[in-house]
C-alpha cells in the first residue's frame, strides 16, 4: 500500500527540515514541503508525523543472532532479534557470521543465510569472520564475497576459539585488499589475557568482576596498533569494533594519523554503562560480562566526544543475548567461562536519543550519522539504505520525542531473560516504522511480516 508520512520533521546526517515523504511500492518517489492526498492514489495510508522526526532507517553493523560461542548458544534468533530491531527503530542488521576453526566457510555462509531467510522481518546481511586461513578457505572466500558479503571480521581475541594466527590474519587481510572488502576487527591481545585470566584465577580471583581486570584498556589498544600496523603494511582498509576506550581510540586515530584507513565503532553499552555494573555482587555483574569489558566511567566522555567530533564513525549494539537463569550461570565458578555479551538491539537508539541528544552531547543530525547512515556508506549499502532520498528503500523510522517510559524486560522482544538498562528512563521512542514502504512496527509492537526481510547483496567499495 502507498504511503504518506505528512507534517514531520525529517531529519538526515546532513539536513533536518519539514517535509513530507512518499513512497510507492518499495521506495522513496517523493519528497516534497506538502503533498496533496488528491495526487496520490486511492487507499494510501497516511501517517501523521506531526511533532514528529522522520528518520533513515537505523542501520545496526554489529549484532550476533544464530551465535555457537562459549559452550553455547545466543539465546534470540531472526524473529527475536528483528522485532526487538523494530520496535527500537531499526531496519537492517549487519549480523556477524563466526564458524569454528574445523567449519567450512561457505557452508558457514549457507547456514547463517538459512537461518535468517525465513524469520528475519527487517533487511539484512553480514560481516565474514575468518577463524582459519589456509589454501582451502581462500576459495571459498572469494565466492562469498562474489555472493554479496564485502566484509570479513577478525577477532584478535579468544585464544584456541575464534582467534586467528598472525600468519593467517596477514594473508586474510591480503586477500581482502586484493578483493576490495574492508576487515572489521574485535581487537583484543589474545595471548595477554589468557595469561592473566590464568594468574587471576590461581589467585582465587573467580567472580564477575575480574573479567574486567583480565582485559584492561592496554590489551585493546596493542589490537587496535596491531590491526593498523598489518593494515598500514598491506593498504587494508579496516574497522575496529565496540572500541571501548581512550586508549584503544587513541590507537586507531595515531594510526589514521599515520595515513592508515581505519574506521572506528563503538557499541551503545560503553556509552552508559561502566565497570562498577560488572562488580554487582551475587553475581549480578555477570549480565555485565562482555568484551571488551565495561570500563571505568572517564571514558564514556571520550566515546561520546569521538561519536561528536565524528572520529568514531558508528554506534551499534554488539547485540549477543545470553540469558542470566542458566546461561551466564556457567560462569559460577570461573569468569571465563560466563558466556560473553549484552542485549542492546532494541535499546540502541533511545539510549543514544537520551543520553546523546537529550544530554546534548551529541546533535540529532550525528545521531543519525552514527546510527544509520555512517554503516551505510562503510558497508556499501548507501544510499540504498541510511538515507531519505528519492529512489532510497522506503526504510523510515517516524520519531517521537516526547514520548516518556522506563526500559523493561516485560517490553523487551529479545528472548535474553533480563534487561541491562532495567527500570532507566527513556526519552523517545519510534512510533512507526517501515521496512521497504512496509509498515513493520507501531509504538513499540512488532505489526509486520515475519520472513518479509531481504538479504542484502554488497559490492566490494574499498
Ligand atoms: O562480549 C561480546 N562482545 N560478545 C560477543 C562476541 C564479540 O566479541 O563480539
Ligand atoms: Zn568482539
Ligand atoms: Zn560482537
Redesign the pocket.
Known amino acids: 500500500m502507498p504511503l504518506l508520512v505528512k507534517g514531520g520533521r525529517v531529519v538526515t546526517a546532513t539536513d533536518d527540515y519539514p517535509a513530507d515523504v512518499y513512497c510507492a511500492g518499495e521506495t522513496i518517489t517523493r519528497i516534497e514541503p506538502s503533498i496533496d492526498l488528491k495526487s496520490l492514489p486511492q487507499g494510501t495510508e497516511v501517517i501523521d508525523a506531526a511533532g514528529k522526526y522522520v528518520l533513515p532507517g537505523c542501520i545496526d553493523p554489529?549484532v550476533?543472532i544464530h551465535?555457537p560461542?562459549m559452550g553455547t548458544y545466543a539465546a534470540d534468533d531472526y524473529e527475536s532479534a528483528s522485532k526487538a530491531a523494530l520496535a527500537g527503530g531499526t531496519t537492517t542488521l549487519i549480523e556477524?557470521i563466526c564458524p569454528g576453526p574445523a567449519d567450512e566457510p561457505y557452508d558457514a555462509f549457507e547456514l547463517w543465510r538459512a537461518k535468517a531467510q525465513p524469520l528475519a522481518a527487517v533487511d539484512y546481511t553480514f560481516h565474514m569472520s575468518v577463524v582459519r586461513f589456509d589454501a582451502k578457505v581462500h576459495d571459498q572466500f572469494r565466492k562469498i564475497v562474489a555472493a554479496g558479503v564485502a566484509s570479513f571480521k577478525v577477532?584478535l581475541?579468544?585464544k584456541g576459539a575464534l582467534n586467528l594466527s598472525d600468519e593467517d590474519l596477514f594473508a586474510a587481510m591480503k586477500l581482502a585488499r586484493e578483493l576490495g572488502v574492508i576487515v572489521t576487527a574485535?581487537c583484543e591481545n589474545a595471548d595477554a589475557i589468557d595469561a592473566l585470566q590464568k594468574s587471576l584465577l590461581a589467585a582465587g580471583k573467580t567472580g564477575p568482576e575480574w573479567h574486567g581486570p583480565s582485559r584492561p584498556p592496554v590489551v585493546e589498544a596493542d589490537g587496535v596498533h596491531h590491526l593498523c600496523t598489518f593494515a598500514e603494511l598491506l593498504g587494508t582498509h579496516v574497522y575496529t569494533?565496540?572500541t571501548s576506550c581512550d586508549a584503544a581510540v587513541r590507537a586507531a586515530l595515531a594510526a589514521r594519523y599515520r595515513g592508515v584507513n581505519v574506521w572506528i565503532e563503538s557499541v551503545i553499552p560503553h556509552f552508559v554503562l561502566d565497570e562498577t555494573y560488572a562488580e554487582r555482587p551475587n553475581f549480578e555483574g555477570a549480565k555485565y560480562v562482555?568484551?571488551p569489558p565495561l570500563r571505568a566511567q572517564v571514558n564514556q566522555a571520550v566515546l561520546w566526544n569521538g561519536v561528536k567530533s565524528r572520529a568514531i564513525s558508528t554506534i551499534g549494539t554488539?547485540h549477543?543475548p545470553f540469558r542470566f537463569k542458566d546461561q551466564k550461570q556457567m560462569g559460577r565458578d570461573a569468569f571465563t567461562k560466563i558466556p560473553?555479551?549484552?542485549a542492546s538491539l532494541q535499546e540502541r537508539i533511545d539510549l543514544v536519543h537520551t543520553h546523546g541528544v537529550c544530554a546534548e552531547r551529541i546533535s540529532l543530525r550525528t545521531m543519525v550519522d552514527a546510527c544509520s547512515t555512517q554503516a551505510a556508506q562503510i558497508f556499501g549499502l548507501y544510499p540504498r539504505k541510511g538515507a531519505i532520498q528519492v529512489g532510497s528503500d522506503a526504510d523510515l523510522v517516524v520519531y517521537d520525542p516526547a514520548f516518556r517510559g522506563p526500559f523493561s524486560q516485560a517490553t523487551s522482544h529479545s528472548k535474553v531473560d533480563y534487561n541491562a538498562y532495567e527500570g532507566w528512563e527513556r526519552i523517545g521512542r519510534a512510533s512507526i516504522v517501515t521496512v521497504r514502504g512496509a509498515v513493520q512496527a507501531r509504538d513499540g509492537k512488532f505489526v509486520g511480516t515475519i520472513g518479509r526481510g531481504q538479504f542484502l547483496q554488497r559490492e566490494p567499495t574499498h
Do not use: P, Q, R, T
Request: without cysteine.
Open positions: 554489529h550476533h551465535l560461542f556477524m577477532f581475541a579468544y574485535h569494533v565496540h562482555m568484551s554488539d549477543a560473553n555479551g549484552i
